[in-house]
């Protein structure tokens, strides 16, 4: 199968809850983002962090720390204690990878991975979740409004108001349904 042939990969400003997102509408029809090892290569490429392979249990791994990342955050959003088993994995996670944060000539920040290996990979992924986590970087937690969608998310917004994972998607589909729902309602004009 060609990457074109997968879900396309939902990419946000936050690599914890963008990784989260390689699972989706986990409360309707699960979309599966990362089905198989190379899937997963494109998605850590795509946010920088380039691998030289990965094999099936680095992406059972992977998974699991995905999962660990949005049980915790989940947790925070709804303000319930920290499930012991996610912080666990994601510290675990967090210490067993080998990377290096390095500024590049244009100013910017970039991740340097020890051995280009998806463990190195998921260690900065699971320090990017430690951080919005703990309430490090300005903003909080929070759940999609969408029904069948409730990803985590870390809402930036101005007041942190913010109701949707993203507005292109989870948004949109929700104001489309409310649209729907009020015409149908409204009496039709009389000819």
């Given amino acids: 199968m060609s990457a074109d042939q997968y879900p396309e990969f939902r990419l946000g400003k936050v690599l914890a809850t963008s990784f989260t997102a390689t699972l989706t509408e986990r409360c309707g029809e699960p979309v599966e983002r990362i089905p198989v090892p190379r899937r997963l290569v494109d998605w ?27 049980a915790a955050a989940t947790a925070v959003a709804d303000q319930a204690p920290l499930p012991p088993s996610a912080v666990r ?21 970039e ?3 020890g051995s280009a290996s998806v463990e ?18 300005d903003g909080k937690m929070a759940l999609c409004a969408s029904p069948t969608c409730r990803a985590a ?5 101005r007041g942190a108001t913010r109701r949707w994972c ?19 309602q409204s009496p039709s004009p009389a000819h």
């Avoid at 850590?44 to 949005?70: F, P, W």
């Avoid at 998607?169 to 015409?183: D, H, I, M, Q, S």
């Fill in 44 to 70: 850590l490429a795509v946010n920088g962090l380039m691998v030289d392979s990965c094999t099936d249990s680095q992406l059972d791994r992977a998974r699991e720390v995905r999962e660990s990342i949005h």
């Fill in 153 to 157: 998310f870390f809402d930036t917004s």
């Fill in 89 to 109: 994995v994601i510290n675990d996670c967090s210490t067993s990878g080998v990377a290096s944060v390095v500024l590049t000539p244009e100013g910017r920040q």
């Fill in 120 to 137: 190195d990979a998921l260690s900065v992924i699971a320090a990017d979740a430690i951080s919005v986590i703990s309430g490090e970087r």
């Fill in 166 to 184: 993203e507005m292109n998607t989870c948004g949109n589909r929700e104001k489309k349904a409310r649209f729907l729902a009020n015409k149908r």
């Fill in 111 to 113: 991740w340097r991975l």
